[in-house]
């Protein structure tokens, strides 16, 4: 089936009927997933967007309950659930497959984050594949397909004047249903392509299991600002701290974004810290994208989305990092 | 002798980050900044059923939360034992018996009661390292015949630092097979036991490994000393057993600051034998 491109407004008018659709577009100067109003302000032709759609499952800031002293003096916790139908339509390869890494985290071993879940299971995936490639992407070095995201409800793939479209799970199959009125029969042509930006990963991961004491990550954190724009950016970091506000007699406990980068991330009592300067913490970081995270979950948290190679006001490149790692005899 | 098998990653639960209120039923001043809170629900009942080393996450509803060792449990309680210093600890002992408190867990691993039975156990903490020991050893005195000899090697700065004094003094001592030795750093009036850092004092009791288990707990500094101590006694890796201890907010492994490695300490620890650590980054 295809979605002819001047059907795309009426389909995501029809959408909107029943869900909060969120499309590439730019708000305020920044390119992001942002509610659908007309698709005239859509870039669904942009390669990647600026910030990533995590916060659609995790917020930047999330009200997890209310708290607070009723009338006969009794504290009450009250959950706070926000989750609503939403649809992501024209999400990356990238992306979704940071989806799959925050599966993992939220959903698994054990515990299973309530606030994750909700909103997780009332999400829609619908991907377009890429049919061009940002200097700076280099998903396919890491295992993934620009134009096939294997774990999206729906993938479409844009030709000319109309996008292929396929169901890829039960429930794109049953989204599709209401997509009817807007598909007809056809097929597009697609180009193929090829991200620009190639790293190796072959051996990375092992290496790095005997790098811990490696000079580089003296040298590689010597610029760094500490600044967390690349935690901020990247599709699967995943860290939160929980604070809360209170007014008065009641008041709101909610989690928001942290960055491993910073210094009181992992301050203790008694001045002790054990990642003490950015050496230890940059390490971290690339780490547990390239190694620790594989020893935990069986895959790479790095989606090769290139945001935070473009975004790091110093140049501090995972795609280098990886290449110099290759060239190096550990 | 069996070797100390440690699970790992094996909590579990529903709804992990919702806290339960709960009320404070009792509380002992243990040092001028260390108090001990016995927690209960509204019901009378105990807040959750946990093991020996396993985490409750205890909040002051409106400063914070933060994580705590278990202390020590009973039928309709549990304890946790506060070192007051910052916010949340300054908050929560401001509170008076009576006082809604709110609790989530129990998070992570728990020592392990199996494989040490039929073991003599060498505990050594210091400070507020008690606390977490303490739920292990209340635990071994109450299966007294599953265990061997029970030492415990405990010391704090000076006199007035020392928790669990009724436990240390009073309690323990007088326990079928248990010796409890004591020390401070520094000397004061009114002291007559031993003055001595933990890891000399150690050397010095001369403790035997045979067919024995060591627990250790402490600050950094500690942990560093004693872990050699107990080396040189002769005291293998395998055979000690420790608890660790790093900033942590969610308690079940989603927030991302408490890894070393790929290793979370809130879920794959906090309890971890010395061997299993060596296998690690030192990242702690
Ligand atoms: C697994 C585990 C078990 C623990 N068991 C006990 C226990 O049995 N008894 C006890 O008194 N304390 C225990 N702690 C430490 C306790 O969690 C912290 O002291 C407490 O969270 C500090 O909170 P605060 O708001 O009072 O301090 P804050 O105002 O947040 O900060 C004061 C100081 O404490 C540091 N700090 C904050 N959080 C932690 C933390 N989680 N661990 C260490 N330092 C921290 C801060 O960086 C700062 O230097 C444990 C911590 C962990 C991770
Ligand atoms: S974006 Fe660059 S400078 Fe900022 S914290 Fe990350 S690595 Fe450091
Ligand atoms: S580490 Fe950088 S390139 Fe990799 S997923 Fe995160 S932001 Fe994208």
């Known amino acids: ?330 | 002798m069996s070797k100390i098998e440690i699970s790992h990653g094996c909590a579990f639960g529903e709804k992990p980050l919702i806290p339960q209120i709960c009320n404070i039923i009792g509380i002992v001043e243990e040092t001028s900044d260390v108090k001990t809170f016995r927690i209960q629900t509204p019901e009378g009942k105990k807040p959750f059923e946990c093991r020996p080393g396993q985490l409750g996450m205890l909040s002051a509803m409106f400063t914070g939360e933060s994580m705590f060792c278990v202390a020590d449990q009973g039928d309709d309680y549990i304890e946790f034992t506060v070192k007051r210093v910052g916010m949340v600890t300054e908050e929560l002992h401001s509170l008076s018996v009576g006082a809604q408190v709110g609790v989530r867990g129990p998070y992570g691993n728990w020592f392990p009661t199996e494989s040490c039975k039929g073991r003599n156990m060498v505990f050594v903490a210091g400070g507020i390292g008690l606390a977490p020991v303490r739920a292990f050893l209340s635990y071994t005195l109450k299966h007294r015949e599953d265990y061997g000899t029970i030492t415990l090697v405990y010391s704090a700065s000076n006199k007035d630092d020392l928790v669990f004094k009724k436990e240390l003094f009073e309690v323990w001592p007088n326990e079928p097979d248990t010796h409890v030795n004591v020390s401070v750093y520094h000397a004061c009036d009114g002291w007559e036991g031993e003055v001595c850092y933990t890891a000399p004092f150690l050397e010095k009791l001369g403790i035997s490994t045979e067919n024995a288990a060591a627990v250790l707990c402490g600050g950094p500094s500690l942990y560093r000393t004693c872990s050699e101590g107990l080396r040189k006694l002769g005291f293998a890796d395998e055979d000690i057993i420790t608890t660790l201890e790093m900033r942590m907010k969610c308690g079940v492994g989603k927030c991302g600051r408490c890894n070393i490695g790929g290793k979370f300490i809130c879920l794959d620890g906090p309890v971890f034998t010395l061997a299993e650590l060596a296998g690690l980054p030192s990242d702690v």
């Open chain 1, 1 to 330: 089936m295809i979605l002819k491109k001047e059907n795309v407004q009426n389909l995501l008018d029809e959408l909107s009927k029943s869900a909060l659709v969120f499309v590439p577009k730019e708000v305020d100067g920044v390119l992001k997933f942002a509610p659908f109003k007309s698709a005239d302000e859509m870039t669904l032709d942009i390669i990647n967007t600026t910030l990533p759609p995590k916060d659609l499952l995790f917020p930047q800031t999330q009200k997890m309950y209310r708290y607070g002293i009723d009338a006969d003096g009794k504290m009450y916790v009250d959950p706070s659930d926000d989750s609503a139908e939403q649809v992501v339509f024209g999400i990356r390869t990238c992306d979704m497959q940071s989806i799959v890494c925050m599966d993992d985290v939220f959903l698994t071993k054990g515990f299973v984050d309530e606030f994750y879940q909700a909103k997780r299971d009332k999400l829609l995936t619908v991907a377009i594949g890429c049919n061009k490639v940002a200097e700076t992407c280099f998903c396919d070095s890491m295992g993934l397909d620009p134009q096939n995201s294997p774990t999206a409800d729906i993938q479409l793939l844009e030709g000319d004047d109309a996008y292929s479209v396929v169901a890829q799970t039960e429930k794109g199959e049953k989204a599709l249903e209401s997509w009817k009125p807007f598909l007809s029969e056809g097929s597009v042509e697609v180009p193929k392509i090829e991200c620009a930006l190639k790293v190796d990963m072959t051996g990375v991961k092992d290496k790095l299991d005997r790098m811990f004491d490696h000079p580089i990550w003296e040298e590689l954190s010597a610029k760094c600002l500490a600044c967390g724009t690349c935690t901020y950016v990247c599709p699967t970091c995943h860290c939160f701290d929980i604070s809360q506000e209170n007014k008065m007699k009641d008041g709101v406990r909610f989690r928001c974004w942290d960055s491993c980068m910073f210094s009181e991330y992992t301050q203790m009592a008694g001045d002790h810290n054990p990642r003490p300067t950015k050496k230890e913490r940059l390490r971290n970081r690339f780490m547990h994208k390239l190694c620790f995270f594989e020893d935990r979950y069986g895959k790479t948290l790095c989606v090769g989305c290139g945001r935070c190679v473009e975004k790091c006001p110093v140049s501090v490149d995972i795609t280098c990092l990886i290449d110099q790692i290759g060239e190096f005899d550990v």
